[in-house]
Structures are given as C-alpha cells and as structure tokens.
Nanobody
Framework: VQLVESGGGLVQPGGSLRLSCAAS????????MRWYRQAPGKERELVAR????????SYADSVKGRFTISRDNAENTVYLQMNSLKPEDTAVYYC?????????WGQGTQVTVSS
C-alpha cells in the first residue's frame, strides 16, 4: 500500500499550487480520501475530504473558497488545488485514505508560502 504526495514547494502569497496523491496497493475507488496538514508546533489539521465516488466534499473553514479537493478514480489519484495561498497555509500536507478500520497515510509534501 502506498500513497505518494507530490506538488509541494515554495510559493509567494497569493499564488497557487496543486498537490497530487497517487495511490497503489488498495482499491482506491472504495476509499474516502482526505488531505491533512501539520504546521511546526501545531496539531495535524483536516483540510479537505472527498467521498469515494467524489460526489461530496467538505473543507476546513480556514481554506473554504480557496482550496478544492478532487479525485480521479481511473488514475487512482486525489488532488488538492490551492489558490490564494497565505503564509499561514505553510505546512506539511498529508494524503489519507480511509475505509472502515483501514487507514493509510502518505509521507507528506512540504508547502511553504513566503515572499
């Protein structure tokens, strides 16, 4: 089982990034997917989630209207489009897949928002 995040990096405030999480080793289309983030010295925070078939999404208030979660079950990939980035969005972003007691995590990708 693998979840591999990519797309992180350094971006200026107001900029955009698109994170990807490629899944393998499990039946991706059955899993609800989530993006979390963890900033230094802070607890891990749920940022966005999407149901297995992609018909329902939800977001943390801090990112609502700026971030969009989506998925491509044919490509076994979940995405996080991040627009209007702010310095407070700086964190390691983690991909998470959940189905009942099964709970898989990626290794994380660093996003740094700074001028």
């Amino acid at each position: 089982v693998q979840l591999v995040e990519s797309g992180g990096g350094l971006v200026q405030p107001g900029g955009s990034l698109r994170l990807s999480c490629a899944a393998s080793g499990f039946t991706f289309r059955r899993y609800h997917m989530r993006w979390y983030r963890q900033a230094p010295g802070k607890e891990r925070e749920l940022v966005a989630r999407i149901t297995s078939n992609g018909d329902t999404t939800s977001y943390a208030d801090s990112v609502k209207g700026r971030f969009t979660i989506s998925r491509d079950n044919a490509e076994n990939t979940v995405y996080l489009q991040m627009n209007s980035l702010k310095p407070e969005d700086t964190a390691v972003y983690y991909c998470n897949g959940v189905l009942g007691l099964y709970d898989y995590w990626g290794q994380g990708t660093q996003v740094t928002v700074s001028s």
